[in-house]
């Protein structure tokens, strides 16, 4: 065991790191060109769902959750020009259409409804009872479309013996195998939406010195995402927002990214070192912009030894009560359907590190 000092962190950062982007660099490669195959096929059979592109830098589409869990967007086309419902209403439906006598659940954090008609351009298709009850486009009903073509593609693609459909979730996950390891992807399709900013993201904060003004309107240009991942309510995201705040987090020569990258590594190799962990990269890159816009200064960020502490204990309070605010939507708590007791012993384990900041190198 070793203490953590300067020169053991430039160990990690250098070699665990380095190697851990090389990993994910060529799994990334393998997994979108075999995304590449299947999403072309899936366009070719419903318009309504674009390929995803492959690309040589970086690819929007493919979020790196763990090394071994990742999420693919996958652009649904025909729905443009969207404005905000300004009607509020009850819904009394199920999902085979049938009238409830008592409301669906309204909702909540991260969730809205999405109606046909908040779009100025949408094709045919989206009015087709296949996916729309009452104008509203319901992702279990889009989900349960989308994971036909899916399965579909994989046969027409000759990829079964390359990708397989989990079904262990309302969600359309797949495994993939790769050179490295087996990948376990989730295929989320998704409303992008440019240019706009939803009602429910109340950012910036009144008050807050980070990130600048300047800063706060060019990330709001990028606006947000709608994906089908649960039955009635669709989920905000805010990937391309989120990417472009933390490529400029050390514009002031601050180590944020540095203390980062030690934090994501020490979770994925000695604390939580699980096929599907917990705590994700997304919970962490919230946890990195919460503690960024509570210390906004440079000084705050010089030292290493001081500033990746202090992240480490935002982590183990929020992991503690069991709730992480999304930083654009403060409201909805990205813990709220974790295992408590899985939390609890990582709990546990950052109470242990915070009183002996120990690492293991291996």
Known sequence: MKSLTEEDTEDILLSKVDLRRQWISQTVDEVQEVIHQLTTEISHQDLRFQAVPYSDTYNGNIKVLAPSQFLVTVPVRGLAGYREAREQRWRYYNLKGTRLSCPLRAPEGLQQWLQVEQFMKNIWQWHEADVNIEGDIVPAKVLHIFRQLVEKAITTCHLSGKVSMLTNSPAVWVAVETSVYQVEIQLAPTVEIPT???????????????????????????????????????????????????????????????????????????????????????????????????????????????????????????????????????????????????????????????????????
């Not at 989120?242 to 002031?252: F, I, R």
């Not at 994501?264 to 946890?287: A, F, G, Y």
């Open 196 to 362: 706009a900013w939803p009602e429910k993201a109340q950012w910036p904060r009144c008050m807050k010195r980070w990130p600048s003004p300047e800063k706060v309107e060019c990330i709001k240009s990028f606006g947000f995402n709608l994906l089908a991942c649960s039955n009635y309510h669709w989920q905000l995201s805010f990937s391309q927002a989120e990417q472009v705040l933390l490529e400029q987090l050390d514009e002031d020569g601050g180590c944020r990214r540095q203390c980062f990258q030690a934090l994501r590594q020490l979770m994925e190799d000695v604390w939580c070192p699980r096929k599907r962990p917990v705590i994700t990269s997304h919970h962490l890159q919230m946890v990195l912009l919460w503690t960024c816009e509570k210390y906004p200064h440079r000084k705050d960020w010089q030292d290493f030894e001081n500033a990746f502490p202090r992240l480490v204990r935002k982590l183990h309070k929020c992991v503690s009560q069991h709730f992480l605010k999304h930083y654009f939507v403060p409201k909805s708590n990205l813990l709220q359907s974790t295992s408590a007791s899985e939390l609890d012993s990582l709990a546990q384990t950052l109470a242990l590190f915070l009183k002996n900041p120990r690492i293991s190198l291996p």
